[in-house]
């Protein structure tokens, strides 16, 4: 009966709060968070698309099934599933490289990449190894993500300022020249819209909390928009330009276009050549920087719509020669090939009305090999923010949260997503705080948000058109600002000073790398790794000595004498390959100190577990003493330590009587031995008056 509990929590765990819905309290609860939830939800999936370069829309896929997924098959009932920033952003800087963003084939990639994370997370989940998590340590974690969470937010700086800015090699580069485009060409109705967004978030946060700030921030805009005709863009074609200069520039920066597309893909198709791949990745990049030169190009100059259906740059002609006062702007080419010039601001245009069509992602093993490491670290990170939420709801509404299980729901919400042409989504700090705030009591309340979604996707979506992209910057940035914690740095300064140094190393590390996010994380958990190789390797090893209140404590600590015949020796950790040289080299320094030494009393307490190699270390150690006329006694060994040691045999070869329950019995053992040899009263061992019932420390 166990085995087919389990197996139904497994497969089925929303049969244990399914139940708790015939209960109309529960029921009203988790219907009001749900619809609350999604109030926020949609204005954010479609922001956190953008943000991963798709269209805004794509960010309502990923908000309709995840959430409801989720829910039905993870542990936790109030962790609000969906689209995320740090995901959003990992999912652009993996994507990016490989082909153009918002284009047919990055969004094919970006599905593919949501099918291969849930597949990870599923496979991790299936298999109980949700403790592979620990390998991104908190430093490591907590310097990630305050480093993107800045990234984020400067990202976000085009859309405020209503710019348009080619990306460099480097995020620090691409904000620079954000900011000295912004001094001449920022488009001040979008910076009034971003300006007036973050108003009403910040105010409604701080004085009405309750309310969604930011379903207030995007209906406000969106109907200001609409009745300001805040968008103004324009569609020519190559012929209605005359000017050479232009025709020129335009066709150069068309033509880059199409070389960095068919240069993706030969990098993808190239896998196997090394040689053949190395030669096209440097094409690569001499086309991405001529395709940057192209575009600062057209984007300096302004341009002026003439009466004879001509384009022309706006200072070699006169203002009478302007038909509609506007300064244009070169804003891209078409999937024809036509120029887009825009005079306002940018919405977020149409949204296909409907359900996303069911397709299975395709699979293309070259590029899955691209791809591969970018979905552990997604999947990795994207669980990390989900199950931190979800422990920290979990204690607050005690109740249970298995850690496997959660993987296993983030990792179907995100297959069943990638049917659906969903990016990968992961648990959401802020939308789980509206959730449980809202009186969410069951996964109910995220089948709820994700079934208002559907409904949006059915019949609102033409009330989105005219959503100014500066609003959604807005909405990314106000989201972010929480996750900058320069406290924690502090803290984790004062715990461990060495985590302090891979956190702050992990966090400039990740804006320097940035778009190439994954070496950061990578160096990250490297340094992490080594600096506990480093800590095991040489664990504390401490000579103890009788404290005044009768208890064994370090004598070098609190500055006691030892005794000259007997040294008792303390060693706090593990005993395996890597430290056994080091156990080893403690011991023979003290016994090479104490001319008069006869017994080394190993207090065995911090030792937890040994390895093959440290027991082979032990049984060479113990002869050699021995030759010297010093021997070892083991006393304080936990059951575990006992038992390898008795199935090797070294017990039975040295003798049982060398191990003892507690050093205080040990040296009981030694004084008798010893007899009139030593003067037990004057030994720093036992000079101290021992009071009844005291221990060892």
């Not at 300006?195 to 969106?222: E, R």
């Not at 923010?385 to 979990?394: D, G, R």
Request: glycine share 8%; aromatic share 10%.
């Amino acid at each position: 009966m166990q085995k087919k509990a389990a197996l139904i929590d497994t497969l089925l765990p929303f049969m244990a709060w399914l139940p708790e819905l015939t209960n109309k309290t529960t029921l009203r609860a988790d219907l009001i968070a749900g619809i609350t939830v999604a109030l926020v939800l949609i204005p954010q999936s479609m922001a956190y698309a953008a943000l991963a370069g798709l269209p805004p829309y794509y960010g309502l896929y990923a908000a309709f099934l995840p959430p409801i997924v989720a829910a039905l098959f993870g542990s936790s009932r109030q962790l609000a599933t969906g689209p995320v920033a740090v995901v959003s952003l990992l999912t652009a800087s993996a994507l990016e490289p490989l082909a153009t963003a918002g284009s047919e084939s990055y969004i094919v990639y970006a599905i593919l990449l949501a099918l291969m994370v849930g597949i990870f997370q599923l496979s991790l989940g299936l298999l109980r190894l949700g403790v592979l998590v620990n390998f991104l340590s908190h430093p490591v974690v907590m310097g990630f993500t305050n480093a993107a969470a800045i990234i984020i937010a400067t990202s976000q700086l085009p859309k405020i300022f209503g710019i348009v800015v080619e990306k460099e090699a480097h995020h620090y580069e691409t904000v620079w020249n954000t900011l000295v485009i912004a001094t001449t060409d920022t488009h001040m109705l979008s910076l009034v819209f971003a300006i007036l967004a973050f108003s009403i978030m910040a105010l409604l946060k701080k004085y009405y909390p309750k309310l969604p700030g930011v379903l207030f921030a995007v209906v406000i805009t969106t109907v200001l928009a609409s009745v300001m005709d805040y968008e103004k863009t324009m569609t020519i074609s190559m012929s209605q330009v005359d000017d050479k200069a232009i025709a020129t520039k335009l066709s150069a920066y068309q033509n880059s276009q199409v070389i960095i597309a068919e240069l993706k893909t030969g990098l993808i198709e190239s896998q196997a050549d090394s040689n053949k791949y190395a030669e096209i990745e440097k094409g690569l990049d001499e086309a991405i920087r001529r395709s940057r030169g192209s575009f600062k190009a057209l984007q300096k100059e302004k341009y002026a719509w003439l009466e004879g259906k001509q384009l022309a740059i706006e200072s070699s002609i006169t203002e009478s020669q302007v038909t509609d006062g506007n300064r244009w702007q070169f804003n891209g080419f078409t999937e024809d090939g036509d120029v887009m010039l825009r005079a306002g601001g940018r919405i977020v245009g149409d949204i296909p009305k409907g359900l996303p069509s069911i397709r299975f992602p395709e699979l293309d093993f070259s590029l899955i090999s691209q791809l591969f490491f970018a979905a552990i670290t997604i999947g990795l990170i994207g669980f990390m923010e989900a199950i931190a939420i979800a422990k920290a709801m979990a204690t607050r509404t005690r109740q249970r949260l298995d850690t496997n299980q959660e993987l296993v729901g983030q990792g179907i919400s995100n297959i069943v997503g990638s049917l659906f042409q969903s990016y990968p989504t992961s648990g959401s700090f802020s939308r789980s705080a509206v959730n449980i705030g809202a009186g969410a009591i069951t996964g109910f309340s995220s089948v709820v948000t994700g079934l208002v979604v559907l409904i949006t996707l059915l019949f609102f979506t033409e009330l989105l058109y005219n959503l100014p992209q500066a609003t959604l910057a807005a909405v990314i940035m106000m989201a972010v600002i929480g996750l900058v914690n320069v406290k924690h740095f502090i803290h984790t300064w004062k715990v461990y000073r060495s985590d302090g140094i891979i956190a702050m190393i992990t966090f400039f590390l990740t804006l320097i790398f940035a778009p190439h996010l994954e070496n950061a994380i990578i160096i990250g958990v490297i340094l992490s790794l080594g600096m506990f190789l480093y800590r095991s390797m040489k664990p504390r090893v401490a000579a103890l000595s009788r404290f005044k209140d009768g208890t064994l404590r370090d004598a070098d600590l609190h500055q006691m004498d030892t005794c000259e015949y007997v040294s008792v020796i303390r060693f706090d950790g593990p005993l395996y390959f890597a430290n056994t040289s080091y156990f080893e080299d403690m011991i023979i320094e003290r016994s090479a100190n104490k001319s008069k030494l006869k017994y080394i009393v190993v207090d065995g307490q911090g030792v937890n577990s040994i390895d093959a190699t440290g027991e082979e270390m032990l049984v060479s150690l113990t002869r050699r003493l021995e030759k010297t006329g010093v021997i070892m006694i083991f006393a304080n060994f936990k059951r575990q330590v006992m038992l390898v040691l008795h199935n090797s045999g070294f017990m039975e070869q040295f003798g049982g009587e060398r191990f003892f329950a507690t050093a205080d019995q040990a040296l009981d053992a030694i004084w008798e031995e010893l007899g009139d040899s030593h003067d037990i009263v004057e030994c720093p061992l036992t000079m101290a008056c021992v009071v009844e019932g005291s221990g060892e420390n």
